[in-house]
């Protein structure tokens, strides 16, 4: 596909590709930028095969460098925002000798060598003549992951065509980040149905709300966070959002709870557990209902199993290796430990409980916090809330829990509150010890639950 990208690009002549910020592009103005910045590349010096960090997030220039850079066979590092650790990782771990920064212009800038050789995983990339992505985890604890994969590989799966067309493009938010595999996945869905790219100024409940009620949006791919910013702040009735006909929810674990008050709150759209990881790809899955955290994976490319509770993944899309991590993750026989636990329901779907990494221990007595949050997003006086564990002498953790208040009970007769409306619906262990009031909870800029905070 790579040699007839922008053939196809342009064969889609006036057809709506991008709106950015305001800006309509058509797909041939696309073709025409992804040429441009393929000749400032080649001008730039960038050999086929160099390693190329692509800072930015989406915008109709960052899409065309993006495509430029699979065509001119690169190995792609995206980043929207620089960290130190993640700077770190790109120069060591990955080898990255050029960065193209999107801004008002596109430019081309040279790294310093790194020194050595590019990695082993990478060189046999380069000599296939086959593009790459590197993907870097969100670093929270320690340097971030570098996640090698086959763009190829993930060009050929999600963005070859073979959609369903509309004869009127269908609008499609670009709301997971440019960095993100659910963004990358989302941008090649867009590719593949020749849809309408729109991408918010920012990322925000008012904007994103504003953006479904002015461009009819009909697909939002979102998180549960970001859902319940949107019902807290009450910005599904502030706008239109009747034109949504799908939702699909990921990057974390749906509470029961949220999901209901999501279907009732905008009961238009059909709303779809999403699965996947970066080192994967996202796999295509089917819920039971709007009203279900349970789904299926119904994916030719995907294969699933489950071992002592947690999920292990093998899929067409899977990553080639960490640059600078051991292969840990992988089985012997190329299973990828997902770190999910989950529950079979007996008729073919599957539910995740929550991360092994998450697990509280209460003096050997297990508590998954999203078990823990769904049931106080049950009462009516509590509009979000996070569960996490803090270390304790007697029991080695406790269960902590920050709440956000949907009425007006004082902070004292909130604590009495959860635990009277906690009794004798979770086993007493599960009851938090400590109850946090506090305006919101700690979302990460992915649109996650923050439940590694230093809460000091």
């Known amino acids: 596909m790579r040699d007839t990208l922008t053939d196809r690009l342009r064969s889609l002549g006036d057809r709506v590709a991008v ?7 058509s797909y041939a103005e696309l073709a025409d930028e992804t040429d441009r910045l393929g000749a400032l590349l080649e001008d730039s010096g960038v050999r086929a095969g160099a390693t190329v960090v692509l800072h930015g997030d989406f915008s109709f220039s960052q899409i065309a460098a993006f495509y430029a850079l699979y065509v001119h066979r690169s190995i ?3 980043i929207v925002s620089f960290t130190e650790a993640g700077y770190d990782t790109v120069r060591s771990s990955c080898g990255a000798e050029y960065v193209v920064r999107v801004g008002d212009e596109v430019t ?4 310093e060598p790194a020194g050595g050789e590019a990695p082993e995983r990478v060189g046999a990339l380069r000599s296939r003549g086959e593009s790459g992505l590197i993907l870097l985890s969100s670093g929270s604890t320690g340097s971030p992951k570098a996640i090698l994969h086959n763009l190829d590989a993930i060009f050929a ?5 073979g959609a369903h067309v509309s004869r009127t493009p269908r609008n499609v938010l670009l709301f997971l980040l440019a960095d993100h595999i659910g963004g990358i996945n989302s941008l090649l869905g867009v590719l593949r149905s020749r849809a309408s ?12 709300c504003s953006l479904i009620e002015k461009y009819g949006i009909r697909l939002l791919p979102t998180s549960p966070t970001f859902l319940n910013l949107i019902l807290i702040g009450g910005f599904h009735e502030k706008h239109d959002l009747s034109s949504l006909k799908l939702i699909t929810y990921g990057t974390e674990s749906m509470p029961e709870q949220l999901l209901q008050r999501v279907h009732t709150a905008i009961p238009g759209a059909r ?3 999403t699965f996947g990881t970066s080192e994967t790809g996202i796999s295509t899955t089917s819920s039971k209902s709007s009203s279900s955290t349970a789904f299926r994976i119904e994916d030719g490319g995907s294969e699933y199993r489950i071992v002592d509770g947690e999920l292990q993944l093998r899929t067409k899309t899977q990553f080639l290796g960490y640059l600078n ?15 999910d636990l989950v529950e079979e329901t007996g008729d073919g779907f599957i539910r995740v409980k929550g991360r092994a990494a998450e697990v509280i221990n209460v003096g050997g007595e297990k508590v998954l916090p999203l078990e823990l949050e769904s049931v106080l997003l049950g009462s009516p006086e509590i509009s979000d809330c996070v569960v996490f564990g803090a270390p304790n002498s007697i029991t080695g953790q406790a269960v902590h829990v920050e709440v956000v208040p949907a009425g007006n009970l004082g902070r004292a007769e909130l604590r009495r509150h959860i635990r009277e409306f906690l009794d004798g619906k979770v086993e007493p262990f599960k009851i938090p010890s400590k109850v946090t009031v506090v305006a919101q909870t700690a979302v990460s800029a992915r649109f996650k639950k923050d439940r590694k905070l230093n809460r000091g």
Not at 108 to 111: A, P
Not at 197 to 208: F, G, S
């Open 108 to 111: 081309v800038e040279r790294y």
């Open 197 to 208: 790219a729109v991408i918010p100024a920012e990322r925000t409940p008012a904007e994103i």
């Open 19 to 25: 709106i950015d910020r305001g800006t309509t592009r």
């Open 325 to 339: 991590y051991d292969d840990d993750a992988v089985t012997e026989d190329g299973w990828f430990r997902t770190g």
């Open 271 to 273: 709303l779809l557990q």
């Open 76 to 78: 792609v590092v995206p």
């Open 157 to 161: 799966e999600k963005a070859d065509a």
